[in-house]
């Protein structure tokens, strides 16, 4: 699988992150070298490995959700780029297809 510079151009627009053209052209090289790997490791055959989520066990400690008021929630989306009635609006990045 390859990736063009094209392609990381979008994921940084998408990221809201400047790139340089360096940049682009390090992440593209470095992306594909990524998805290269991961060719390599298609290859193998992991049909009598059980599936797991992790190579180690770990548990977090968390807390219930909790609705809480925020006082200063005018404040927040007055920072927004846009907002719409008391949600932050954003962009549409999917397609329904």
Known sequence: MTIDREQVSKVAFLARLELTPE??????????????????????????????????????????????SYPQRDDILANAPEQEGDYFKVPKIMSEN
């Open 23 to 68: 940049e682009e052209q390090q992440f593209t090289t470095q992306l594909g070298e990524i998805l290269d790997y991961f060719e390599q490791l298609n290859e193998l055959d992991t049909s009598q490995v059980a599936p797991m989520t992790r190579a180690i066990e770990l548990s977090n400690i968390t807390r219930p959700d909790q609705l809480e």
